[in-house]
């Protein structure tokens, strides 16, 4: 029987416990990954948005036909948790443009001194 971490490093993800324990998110450490995530959201956000609310669907179909009632409680979890997915991606996006924001007037103090 596979392990919730092998299922999770299979598919490219990481349940490694001194990650967990960091709370880290790589991607607000890395200026580049923030820009890279924000532009993905602003070119493919109703493709990712379909791709969520098609896992919703899935468990909430789950949860009306088939989860025991001691389950609905951890699928409706599940179902906040993808949801977040959507804030992250605003997370982002807002960092990106506080970053630009921030570059854009570094190059203007730059530029009056000269």
């Known amino acids: 029987m596979q392990t919730l971490s092998d299922y999770l490093l299979n598919r490219g993800l990481s349940l490694d416990p001194v990650e967990v324990d960091k709370a880290f998110d790589p991607i607000l450490a890395s200026p580049e990954l923030v820009k890279e995530a924000a532009e993905l959201w602003e070119t493919k956000q109703p493709l990712i948005t379909m791709v969520l609310q098609a896992r919703i669907n899935a468990i909430a179909n789950l ?46 103090n730059q530029e009056s001194t000269l």
Not at 76 to 85: D, K, M, P, S
């Open 63 to 108: 949860i009306l036909t088939k989860a025991p009632p001691q389950e609905v409680l951890v699928l409706r979890q599940a179902l906040v948790e993808i949801g977040a997915i959507v804030d992250d991606f605003n997370r982002y996006k807002g960092e990106y443009g506080r970053q630009s924001a921030k570059a854009e007037e570094k190059a203007e």
